[in-house]
């Protein structure tokens, strides 16, 4: 890994920011003591952004000092840092830890605490600041989604795989459903592949296949070679991006069928968990090639899970519809109700649940958007304090009402 010499920020062993602590001499991140999985380019990019906080960093900077021994188009540097920002657990509305200034890069913007190799350990729960955990955000109101999903990965497990969609508006909790998920899979031995579509055009057909497809290399070393020779064609030039039909692209049903082979080699090694996000962006061959692998799933332990937002109609929005036969599961996440609100504060407040009148003008604020939920709390904890988020009176959250609506506005519009 090249070191940029000339950095005015010296190396430090440790930085504390938050709950999360990045210890570059153990390689490794962790959330209040316990560690987090992070690929190697996600530590690196995070470190540097780090080591440079309060300033633009620059796709190109990122791309000369994190990948500078190694030839990759600019599209890694958005993926990583998205893989990064989840791993933290910050969503697409939050500004920090990562901030993104379009047309020329991305800042680390949380306040940074430097340590030492003897540095005291971390102190205790009742000595850091009452504003800390304004950044978690409970996971609540899914109990039966996310039974569904342990249901389809059981069975995965057993051998019978199977297709699951997380259906519903933006910010309504797919990502955190599956994150979830995620770190059950990983409990129960499953290995863990993920490929998200963008909405940026730049990104290349069958983007989310690639990033599946570099996973499954790295989770099956054994089938390295292969996942590396079929990311090599998906990634060819001039792929077919506006077929409709597998028999307008020449060489299609070949290449679809070595990845549908693939998979079923990975979960012959053990059960498969694929996450493919923001389907609703997926190019339409990505769709397709979903299509084509689905009605095998049954026969190996390979559970796809996607999430999507409904769209406008458009020939995407009917191959998604296409594609939902083959689904044994289509979870259509609802807004939280004013009892899930309420302990929702309760559980950032860490203490009893407000009563009924405030969780229903929190509801009426935010729509039971659990984003939004998130921001309006955030706000009510740095404008109040979090001791005092439970027993704040049903008109304390004007403010933050209005200012969530305005950001709803603007989240959802597109």
């Not at 939050?94 to 030492?116: C, N, W």
């Not at 509801?363 to 921001?375: E, I, M």
Request: proline share 6%.
């Amino acid at each position: 890994m090249k070191v940029d010499e000339q950095s005015p920020v010296p190396r430090a062993v440790r930085y504390r920011f938050g709950e999360f602590e990045l210890d570059l001499n153990a390689y490794a991140l962790t959330r209040g003591g316990r560690p987090l999985q992070m690929r190697r380019k996600e530590f690196d990019v995070l470190r540097f952004l780090i080591e440079h906080r309060g300033r633009v960093v620059s796709k190109e900077e990122l791309l000369d000092s994190v990948w500078a021994d190694s030839q990759v188009a600019e599209v890694a540097v958005p993926w990583t840092i998205w893989h990064a920002r989840r791993v933290l657990g910050q969503r697409s509305a939050d500004k920090q830890p990562i901030e993104t200034v379009h047309g020329r890069g991305y800042r680390f913007v949380a306040e940074v605490e430097v340590l030492s190799a003897r540095a005291s350990e971390r102190p205790p729960a009742h000595e850091l600041p009452s504003q800390a955990p304004a950044s978690e955000s409970p996971f609540v109101g899914r109990q039966q989604a996310m039974a569904l999903l342990h249901t389809r990965l059981t069975e995965a497990r057993a051998g019978r795989g199977s297709l699951a969609a997380l259906v519903g508006e933006a910010g309504i909790g797919k990502t955190r459903c599956v994150d979830e998920l995620a770190v059950r899979a990983r409990t129960d031995g499953f290995a863990v592949c993920s490929g998200r579509s963008t909405e940026d055009t730049v990104a290349p057909v069958f983007w989310p296949w690639m990033q599946v497809l570099r996973d499954i290399a790295r989770e099956r070393p054994a089938l390295r070679e292969a996942a590396q020779g079929l990311l090599a064609r998906l990634g060819a030039p001039d792929p077919p991006s506006d077929v409709t039909d597998l028999q307008l692209a020449p060489g299609s049903f070949w290449l679809f069928d070595g990845v549908s082979s693939l998979l079923r080699d990975a979960a012959r090694e053990g059960p498969v968990l694929l996450l493919l996000e923001d389907l609703n962006w997926a190019d339409l061959g990505s769709i397709q090639l979903l299509a084509f692998i689905s009605p095998e799933l049954h026969q190996h332990g390979t559970l796809v899970v996607t999430t999507q937002r409904e769209g406008r109609s458009s020939e995407r929005t009917r191959e998604l519809r296409r594609l939902s036969r083959h689904a044994a599961a289509r979870i259509e996440l609802e807004p939280l109700t004013p009892d899930e609100i309420g302990q929702y504060v309760g559980l950032v407040a860490r203490t009893d649940a407000p009563d009924a009148e405030f969780s229903a003008v929190l509801h009426r604020a935010t729509a039971g958007n659990p984003l939004f939920l998130l921001q309006t709390v955030r706000g009510l904890v740095a404008h109040h304090g979090r001791d005092k988020l439970g027993s704040l009176a049903s008109s304390a959250p004007p403010t933050a009402a209005g200012a969530t609506a305005r950001s709803r506005t603007t989240t959802t519009g597109r």
